[in-house]
């Protein structure tokens, strides 16, 4: 939650550290990763975003940004989300 919270803040590498360090602990978060993805990308550490991006596949095979847009708790509020969803492209989730 904090680490969401210096993320609509904008402090993206703060919020990246926090979801790091979230993941040394629990490995096995997978929705750590997601989040990580969006973050890292938006706070330029691509090569941190898109191994995010590639342990959240492993995890959910099917994942797309248009899935994201369907079910993902943000996605009415525009101002977080749209974020969020420049920072899953950049990442390399895939469209569809």
């Known amino acids: 939650g904090i680490a969401s919270a210096y993320g609509q803040k904008g402090d993206y590498v703060r919020a990246t550290r926090l979801i790091q360090e ?43 940004i248009a899935q994201m847009k369907r079910q993902h708790p943000s996605r009415n509020r525009p101002s977080v989300f749209d974020r969020m969803v420049e920072g899953w492209r950049l990442a390399g989730l895939p469209e569809e």
């Open 22 to 64: 979230v993941l040394a602990r629990f490995p096995r978060a997978t929705w750590a990763y997601r989040q990580l993805a969006y973050l890292a990308a938006l706070a330029g550490e691509l090569a941190t975003a898109r191994d995010a991006i590639r342990k959240l596949l492993a995890a959910y095979p099917d994942l797309t």
